[in-house]
């Protein structure tokens, strides 16, 4: 079992940031890939950053030039560091890797149980 533990939610005015942390644990035997997805009331779960274990990253147009995704591989921790923030940003921000446990052959995908980014005006 891989599990994702995210940190770092919370209520923040529009223009401000926020720094969201997820720390994978468990029976990891290779992570290929970390991300940030979000889901927003009456909207589909949508990518918003990943990055490979080749550090390649990959962002949703709405985020470019104000969200970074970098990660501490030492630690299996991703950030997800997200300035001038907008209203629209909120969402239920999900950690989400693509790994293969001790146990398995084959990759898998899982997520964490996610927290909440609220942006006021």
């Known amino acids: 079992q891989v599990q994702l533990v995210e940190s770092g939610g919370g209520l923040v005015q529009a223009g401000g940031s926020l720094r969201l942390s997820c720390a994978a644990s468990?029976?990891?035997?290779?992570?290929?890939?970390m991300g940030w997805y979000r889901q927003a009331p009456g909207k589909e779960r949508e990518l918003v950053a990943i990055t490979t274990s080749g550090a390649r990253t990959n962002y949703a147009d709405s985020v470019k030039g104000r969200f970074t995704i970098s990660r501490d591989n030492a630690k299996n921790t991703v950030y997800l560091q997200m300035n001038s923030l907008k209203p629209e940003d909120t969402a239920v921000y999900y950690c989400n890797t693509k790994a293969i446990a001790t146990t398995t052959f084959f990759p898998s995908d899982y997520w964490g149980q996610g927290t909440q980014v609220t942006v006021s005006s």
């Open positions: 468990g029976s990891i035997f290779r992570i290929n890939a």
